[in-house]
Structure formats: C-alpha cells, structure tokens
C-alpha cells in the first residue's frame, strides 16, 4: 500500500504561483508513474501532469510552460510548481500513482487551489 499527502494549495491571484507537495508513505514510489491531476466543480479529473520512473515528463496542453513536475526518489516526494496561474487553474489537485504506467492504484486526499482574477 502506498499512503499519499498533499499539501501546498491555497488562494493565489492570477499570474501567481503555488508549489504543491505530495508525500508518499509505506512503500517506495521509484517504480511508479506519478501524476497529478485536478477536478473542477462539475467537471471530470484529469491529469495535469505525470513523471515516470526514469523522470519523463508529460502535460496536458493547458498547463504546459507553465507547470513543471519533479519527483524526489530519496524523499519519496513529488512536487508541482505552479507559475503565471489563472482562474481556470482553480480545481481541488490530486496526487496519484501508478505501477503499470497506465491505470493508477493509489490517491491522495486532494488539496484546493484557487485562483483569482
């Protein structure tokens, strides 16, 4: 089992910055795809972001250059630095992992991030 926190939302004006951290615990993360996504009010989760184990990188269109996702295999940790946010950013953001690289097996609880103009 692996146990993921989030921490690091919060309220931020538009064109501001967040870096959101997800801690993971009660196995090692280094063979898993991680990704972060992100569920708006009435709409579906999706991801934002994902790194694999050997540290590739992928992002939806909507948050690429803006959006940068690293992993910390010694930390058992993953971060999302977020800049130039914008009010459409504003989404509850989840931490997920995945052994398989396809379907992911593990969540956080979240963490809110709001963006306002």
């Known amino acids: 089992q692996v146990q993921l926190v989030e921490s690091g939302g919060g309220l931020v004006q538009a064109g501001g910055s967040l870096r959101l951290s997800c801690v993971a615990s009660?196995?090692?993360?280094?063979?898993?795809?991680m990704g972060w996504f992100r569920q708006a009010p009435g709409k579906e989760r999706e991801l934002a972001a994902a790194i694999t184990n050997g540290g590739s990188t992928a992002y939806d269109d909507s948050v690429k250059g803006r959006f940068t996702i690293s992993r910390d295999n010694a930390k058992n940790m993953v971060t999302l630095q977020m800049n130039s946010l914008k009010p459409e950013d504003t989404a509850v953001y989840y931490c997920?992992?995945?052994?398989?690289?396809?379907?992911?097996?593990?969540w956080g609880q979240g963490t809110q991030v709001t963006v306002s103009s």
């Open positions: 009660g196995r090692t993360i280094i063979y898993y795809r």
């Open positions: 997920g992992a995945s052994r398989n690289g396809l379907t992911y097996d593990y």
